[in-house]
């Protein structure tokens, strides 16, 4: 997978709902440290996995079926 800051994801789930509010980030060191995660897809991927979404789009569809 590719790696992701969570601030980023934050953002953009606060995008895709339109929230216009503070997002502020804990200074806590675990914290610090665990800020990208990263997927390790090379077993999915050698057996002929493809990827149809990309992270905002599955989000998105995620966001707007939970809203209905």
């Known amino acids: 997978g590719k790696a992701t800051k969570i601030i980023d994801l934050v953002k953009m789930i606060a995008e895709i ?16 440290h665990d800020l990208v995660w990263t997927a390790d897809i090379s077993k999915i991927t050698a057996l002929g996995f493809k990827q149809n979404y990309s992270l905002q789009k599955g989000i998105t569809e995620t966001l707007r079926h939970m809203q209905t």
């Open 17 to 32: 709902m339109d929230y216009k509010g503070d997002i502020t980030c804990s200074q806590d060191k675990k914290m610090i």
